[in-house]
């Protein structure tokens, strides 16, 4: 028998990873990671008001340079056999573009405008529109088309981004034709087709961030989204009506792309669904068992079946969506705005005097000066690790919410900030830093009691991501305050991994989801187990973390 082999294309936020995967078995034959030049250098971002954009050109290289590296060195036999590829990417992350589907930043005189860029998921401009797309949600008399997703609109979600930069930008709202998210971009890109009004979008984007649902006809009714502004005028009739989920091929892979890669013309292109999704699937997620991808933010997911959970709506969570992950079952989603993010963050604030003060010493040569910034930045969060991990347990301790990016779940309020309470003139960075981590820690709780008091049982949480992998402090801090153990999939690349596993079912090489898991799944490398004492601990900061959490929100939002 001839063994078939599948590429895995996962766009995160800095990079971009493609895998090629041997469908018998899952070992990754090749693997390369491309980083995105435009973003690596700040370009059309802006902190300070919490714009982060990407350019086109950034996806359209990486999938070229990455998909060309991971077949590097590969045998002849390997590259015809070639027969499936599924996109992933983060979410919500649309643009606009004309009627032929082209994003507005690759046409003359828009080629630097933030407006005319992938709007990325970690944007937060439009925290008005969500507001403004909740209070008509409630009050407009007819169906609140945010039930869907948890009873509350995100800043971070397709429809608040698109009416943010309409209304910022005459000169995009006078020629965008539509919108397409990155998901359904790429795929519909290399399969030559992008005409907004023929491409296939997937149901995991469409369900979880731009309230699509069958019960509602697919997207939000006309005559809402003209109360909500007129701009929206007509807009409903450029995007789409069907959704498809990651077992459903899109096209075939255009001869332009096919030279281009250097694979087989005859290649199955999958419906794109959302990196944490798919990583989902990597990570090898079974019906109640809790999958937290952990990096710059988390994503929390569950599976259920039908049967057994109906139409029951789960508040405050970011959506429930038929088939998202796993065709054929509810996929419901949650997560946290920072996660890795909180610790990068107070990584770069102790290193501003490396940056600003050490790299102005005229008697320091640059060499030394660059080995400095490299290695500090480099050892910074294992070293306040180590350290924070060696302080005693406290009578008292530092409390902190994790809420610097604004909060997700549960019930969304991208407004809301960070904060630090308890500190004194002992407060030291690692004591900050733990009291950082168990905020992110204590953030994770908040999701799970959210899921288990709208009925959605727990069985066991599986970890996914960089964190999980990268820093057994967090992990067991994250252990202790759930009071569960959490396994870690084995794969480093478990996202690219999942949309292999997809890119097998939408080439016929296996049926359905489980069964490309079963074939293609890596297991689980670790496990974390609760201590005990620290998780009772812990349930005593829970309830301090949740009373700062009440004030801030009540009286400092």
Not at 482 to 494: E, G, R
Request: glycine share 10%.
């Amino acid at each position: 028998m001839t063994k078939k082999y599948v590429i895995g294309i996962d766009y995160g936020t800095d990079s971009v990873r493609s895998v090629v995967v041997d469908t018998t078995n899952g070992k990754i034959e090749g693997t390369s990671v491309f980083d995105y030049p435009r973003w690596k250098k700040g370009l059309y971002c802006d902190p300070s008001s919490n714009r982060f954009r990407q350019h086109p050109l950034d996806y359209i290289e990486g999938l070229e340079q990455s998909v060309k590296g991971a077949l590097k060195g590969l045998s002849a036999e390997v590259i015809k056999n070639i027969s499936g590829i599924t996109v992933d990417t983060t979410g919500s992350t649309p643009v606009a573009v004309d009627k032929e589907g082209v994003p507005l930043s690759m046409k003359p005189g828009f080629e630097n405008d933030p407006d005319a860029m992938f709007v990325l998921w970690k944007d937060h401009t439009g925290v008005k529109e969500a507001a403004e797309i909740n209070e008509l949600a409630r009050s407009w008399g007819g169906t609140d088309f945010t039930k869907y997703e948890g009873g509350i609109y995100s800043s971070e979600w397709f429809w608040a981004k698109i009416l943010h930069v309409l209304r910022n930008s005459e000169k995009v709202r006078g020629i965008a034709f539509s919108w397409v998210e990155h998901c359904d971009w790429i795929p519909a890109l290399i399969t030559g087709n992008t005409d907004p009004l023929k491409l296939k979008r997937g149901r995991c984007s469409a369900g979880h961030k731009a309230m699509w649902h069958e019960e509602f006809n697919g997207l939000p009714d006309e005559k809402f989204l003209v109360k909500l502004d007129p701009l929206l005028k007509g807009l409903r009739e450029h995007l789409y009506r069907e959704t498809y989920t990651c077992d459903v091929p899109v096209g075939t892979i255009s001869a332009e792309w096919a030279a281009k890669l250097g694979i087989p013309g005859d290649v199955k292109v999958g419906a794109g669904a959302f990196d944490a999704h798919l990583g989902a699937i990597g990570g090898e997620i079974q019906p109640y068992q809790l999958i937290k991808v952990m990096g710059t933010s988390t994503c929390d997911m569950i599976v259920a079946p039908f049967s057994k959970s109906g139409e029951k709506l789960v508040a405050g969570i970011c959506g429930q969506v038929d088939g998202s992950i796993i065709p054929g079952m509810l996929g419901l989603e949650a997560g946290q705005s920072a996660f890795g993010d909180v610790y990068a963050w107070f990584g770069r604030l102790l290193l501003w005097p490396v940056n600003e003060i050490i790299a102005k010493m005229e008697w320091l040569d640059d060499t030394s000066k660059e080995r400095i910034s490299k290695e500090s930045a480099d050892l910074i969060i294992a070293e306040l690790s180590r350290q924070a991990e060696s302080i005693p347990e406290e009578e008292t301790a530092l409390i902190a919410l994790d809420w610097l990016n604004g909060r997700r779940t549960p019930d969304a309020d991208q407004s809301l900030k960070g904060a630090i309470a308890g500190l004194t003139l002992g407060s030291d960075a690692p004591r900050i830093f733990k009291a950082l981590v168990e905020a992110t820690a204590f953030g994770s709780r908040m999701i799970n009691e959210r899921f288990i008091s709208e009925g959605v049982r727990i069985d066991g949480v599986i970890a996914i991501g960089g964190v999980a992998k990268k820093n057994p402090y967090v992990m067991q801090i994250v252990s202790d305050v759930l009071n569960m153990p959490i396994k870690v999939a084995t794969s480093d690349q478990t996202c690219a991994m999942g949309s292999a596993m997809a890119a097998s079912v939408v080439a016929g090489i296996y049926q359905d989801i489980p069964a490309a898991q079963k074939a293609m799944g890596g297991g689980f490398e670790k496990e974390y187990k609760p201590n005990p004492a620290k998780a009772k601990k812990y349930n005593e900061l829970f309830e301090k973390y949740k009373k700062l959490g009440s004030f801030i929100e009540k009286e400092l939002k």
